[in-house]
Structure formats: C-alpha cells, structure tokens
C-alpha cells in the first residue's frame, strides 16, 4: 500500500508570505505528526493529533505556526507571515491506533524561505 | 538543551567493515528508544525499538544494544555495504503511554566506501 506522501516536496517563498503543507498519511492511521529539520540536525516535534484533535502541540514554535486535521485523515501545516528561519525540512509521519511505536515517515517537504 | 547526544558526528569507513554508533540520552522517564536510518532526501525508516527492559535488539546486519542504567545505546553496523550510506538518528520517545512525541539526536552520518 500507498505510504505517507507529502506535497509540495519543495516550496520557495517569500519572507513574509503564507504556506500550507500538506501530509496525507497512510490509510487507517489515526495518528499523525509533524515534525521539522534542519540541515545537519535530527527532526524536531511540533504537534501530534490522534484523530482530528492536537493531542500535544507544544512543539510549534509561536502562533505563526498552525496544523489542522479537519477529518481525521490529511492534515496541513500552515505557517504564517514566514520568516527566513522557517527554512527547514518539514516532516509527517502517522501510525497506527493508539500504537506509538512505531511512526512511518514521508519524504519531507523542503521549505526555503528568501 | 539536546536530551539525545549522538557520536561520532560523522564516519567514513570502508565497505566490509564493521562500526559502532553511539548515543547518549538524558530523557528520564523514556517509553522506548529507536533508531532510524535516514537516506538523503528522505524521511527516517526504523531500523530498532527497544523499551527500557531490554538491552539488545537486532534488524539484520544492525545491532542495538541499550544500557538504561547508564543511559547510553549503540547500533553496531556488521560487514557494511555501500547502500549503508546514510545519517543514522537515535531517538527516544519520553515519559509513559502513548504520547506520540519523539525526541530526536542530531544523527551521525556514516559514509561507506568501496
């Protein structure tokens, strides 16, 4: 079956403008999660939803940081007024119903901020 | 202040050998700890998970052994082989239950060459 895919895989913007990022994960997982990296760094936690609720958001860095999850199933990312620190790799990765072990991971989206 | 501390930074070694990876982590109470491998320009794939009662785990030519005493993992690579190129990321997942968050090194990338 389909993994966990993530669309745009890469997104240059301005300083200033809005993003959406968005994560479609594999069929049946109730939990997703976002994650951020930047170069040379392991990823870094910003929200877990289980169904269409942020069960933990205190990774998202300031409030020019939003995720939604409206249906249980895709979620986007959204990042307002982007500064050029944003450019990072953002990852998804979902797993199965109350299963925290194990996380599948997309392939990113690469966000460059000019 | 990075709770998962990783070394070496990075390694070179040549194909047929073996290495070592190591990493230390601070995280207390943790629920499990993983480690992931991660090809350039792609999202993380789980190669171990071992809860804190067991000590060693093995995925092919991968071992992982963890010392929850002293709070310290390691993943032994046996007879490397080029497609072993990749960063390898140690991760811990915090607390108790089924919190979702990961806590991430900053990875080690190992290159192996013919």
């Known amino acids: 079956g389909a993994g966990v895919s993530q669309t745009p895989s890469n997104k240059v913007t301005e300083k200033g403008k809005y993003v959406e990022l968005r994560c479609d994960p594999i069929s049946g997982h109730t939990a997703l999660y976002w994650y951020r990296q930047s170069l040379g760094q392991g990823p870094e936690f910003l929200i877990y939803?289980?169904?269409?609720?942020?069960?933990?958001d205190s990774g998202l860095p300031n409030d020019r940081f939003f995720a939604v999850r409206p249906e249980g199933s895709v979620s986007t990312l959204k990042i307002q007024r982007t500064e050029r620190g944003d450019s990072a790799v953002y990852l998804c990765?979902?797993?199965?119903?109350?299963?925290?072990?194990?996380?599948?991971f997309g392939p990113g989206t690469r966000l460059t901020v000019t | 202040k990075n709770q998962v501390e990783q070394s070496p930074q990075s390694l070179i070694i040549l194909e047929g050998k073996n290495c070592t990876l190591q990493c230390n982590y601070t995280v207390s109470p943790f629920s499990n700890l993983r480690w992931y491998k991660q090809d350039t320009g792609r999202g993380p794939v789980s190669l171990t998970i071992m809860t804190f009662s067991e000590n060693t785990k093995s995925n092919g030519r991968y071992t992982a052994t963890l010392d929850a005493d002293t709070k310290q993992s390691s993943l032994h690579i046996t007879a490397s082989q080029l497609s072993d190129s990749a960063s390898y990321i140690c991760v811990v997942s915090p607390g108790s239950g089924n919190t979702g968050k990961l806590i991430f090194g900053q990875g080690t990338t190992l290159q192996v060459k013919p």
């Open positions: 939803f289980q169904g269409t609720g942020a069960a933990d």
């Open positions: 990765a979902s797993s199965p119903a109350g299963n925290s072990y194990e996380q599948y």
